[in-house]
């Protein structure tokens, strides 16, 4: 616990209390990843009841860092807008985007870099890997969701662990 509690500046101090909010938001992100993993559909629904528990940890526990924190969710949408806007929709669907919107604003700067590096990292070893077994065709959608996920959790857990680990290469926006 204390290592998320590092990672995520934001989250109060009581471990009780970090724990209670970060169950909340694993059932959202759980039922986030089943759906997109079956029928490719992130549900409004779940984003803004996300959002909703997240602006109400920002203002309850510290609205000033929360708002860079909603800033670097910004960030993380318009950068996932931008791919959907560029291939017309056949690279990254809109849910993906609102999606970047909440979980952005949950790990904030860096932290959202270092996501997005793992999911893109995480979905195209396994589109590779699809392609080469024969079970997808490079034209076949593949749910971008569930890496979304599994590669905020990799980021919770051991965000600042890989930012440390790369600051030394050079990689500065780390």
């Given at each position: 616990m204390d290592s998320i509690i590092d990672n995520v500046a934001w989250?109060?101090?009581?471990?009780?209390?970090?724990?209670?909010?970060?169950?909340?938001?694993?059932?959202?992100?759980?039922?986030i990843f089943v759906i997109d993993m079956e029928h490719q559909l992130?549900?409004?629904?779940?984003?803004?009841?996300?959002?909703?528990?997240?602006?109400?940890?920002?203002l309850v526990f510290d609205f000033k860092q929360g708002f860079n924190y909603l800033l670097a969710g910004f960030g993380g949408s318009l950068f996932l807008l931008a791919i959907n806007l560029i291939t017309r929709g056949r690279g990254m669907g809109l849910g993906d985007v609102k999606f970047a919107l909440l979980a952005g604003s949950f790990l904030g700067f860096p932290n959202v870099v270092i996501?997005?590096?793992?999911?893109?990292?995480?979905?195209?070893?396994?589109?590779?890997?699809?392609?080469?077994?024969?079970?997808?065709k490079l034209s076949q959608k593949i749910a971008f969701g569930p890496f979304l996920v599994i590669s905020f959790f990799l980021t919770l857990l051991f965000g600042q662990a890989i930012s440390a680990t790369i600051m030394p290469y050079g990689f500065w926006i780390f």
């Open positions: 989250l109060p101090a009581s471990p009780a209390l970090s724990f209670s909010l970060i169950l909340v938001f694993l059932t959202v992100l759980l039922a992130i549900f409004d629904e779940f984003v803004f009841f996300g959002l909703l528990m997240l602006l109400s940890a920002f996501w997005f590096f793992l999911a893109f990292i995480l979905g195209g070893l396994l589109g590779i890997i699809l392609i080469i077994l024969g079970k997808a």
